[in-house]
C-alpha cells in the first residue's frame, strides 16, 4: 500500500502562510487520488482539500479560496499551500487516499494507514 509522510508545519501568527508536503512511498501514487486531512483537539477528522490523479480538485467550504492543492507524481509528493491562516485551522494535517474525489468522500479516521501527522499551529 502506499505509505505517506507529512511535513512543513510550524507555529504562524494569524494571516500567514504555510506549505505542507507529503511524500508517498509506493510505485502506485500516480494513479491514486489523494488529499488532506486535518484534525483538531477534540474534534474528528475532516477532509479539507482532494486531488485527482489527473489534477482535478476540490476543497472543503472551509478553507477554499486560502488553501491550494497540488501533486508531483514524478516526485511521488503533494503540497497544501495554506495562506490567510485562522486560529480555527490549528490542527494535525495529514496526507491519505481518498474514495471520491467529486463527493469528498475520503477513507475512515480508523483507516488502518495514516502518517504520522504534521502540526500547525497559528496563533491570534
Known amino acids: 500500500q502506499v505509505q505517506f509522510v507529512e511535513s512543513g508545519g510550524g507555529l504562524v501568527q494569524a494571516g500567514g502562510s504555510l506549505r505542507l508536503s507529503c511524500v508517498a512511498s509506493g510505485s502506485t501514487f500516480s494513479i491514486k487520488d489523494t488529499g488532506w486531512y486535518r484534525q483538531a483537539p477534540g474534534k474528528q477528522r475532516e477532509l479539507v482539500a482532494v486531488i485527482s490523479s489527473g489534477g482535478w480538485k476540490n476543497y472543503a467550504d472551509s478553507v477554499k479560496g486560502r488553501f491550494t492543492i497540488s501533486r508531483d507524481n514524478a516526485k511521488n509528493t503533494m503540497y497544501l499551500q495554506m495562506n490567510s491562516l485562522k486560529p480555527e485551522d490549528t490542527a494535525v494535517y495529514y496526507c491519505?487516499?481518498?474514495?471520491?474525489?467529486?463527493?469528498?468522500?475520503?477513507?475512515?479516521?480508523?483507516?488502518?494507514?495514516w502518517g504520522q501527522g504534521t502540526q500547525v499551529t497559528v496563533s491570534s
Open positions: 491519505n487516499i481518498v474514495l471520491g474525489i467529486g463527493t469528498m468522500t475520503g477513507v475512515s479516521p480508523s483507516y488502518s494507514y
